[in-house]
């Protein structure tokens, strides 16, 4: 896995988060990354949350790719939000 882009951008639609697939509003200022696998361009956009909890991971688990929404399956996500993002 090849990485193409690992930085903090401001959303300019709702994305939803590769982490927990939470809404990140626009206007937010998140981690986004990029990266080529088995060919493909994969880019993801990470809320606050998932960009604090990926640092904590082994940097191996990182290497075989999250699946969509896999976080919150994870243990010790934090699974209380630490703020309202909105929406409902
Ligand atoms: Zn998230």
């Not at 994305?15 to 981690?31: A, E, L, N, S």
């Not at 990266?35 to 990182?62: E, H, I, K, S």
């Amino acid at each position: 896995m090849q990485n193409l882009a690992d930085k903090k951008v401001k959303t300019r639609k709702p994305h939803r988060c590769h982490g927990c697939i939470d809404i990140i509003p626009t206007g937010t200022t998140v981690r986004y990354t990029a990266n080529v696998d088995g060919g493909r361009v994969a880019g993801a956009y990470w809320c606050d949350r998932c960009d604090a909890f990926m640092d904590t991971l082994p940097a191996l688990d990182l290497e075989d790719g999250i699946t969509e929404g896999e976080f919150k399956y994870m243990d010790g996500y934090p699974l209380a939000n630490t703020k309202d993002t909105g929406g409902e």
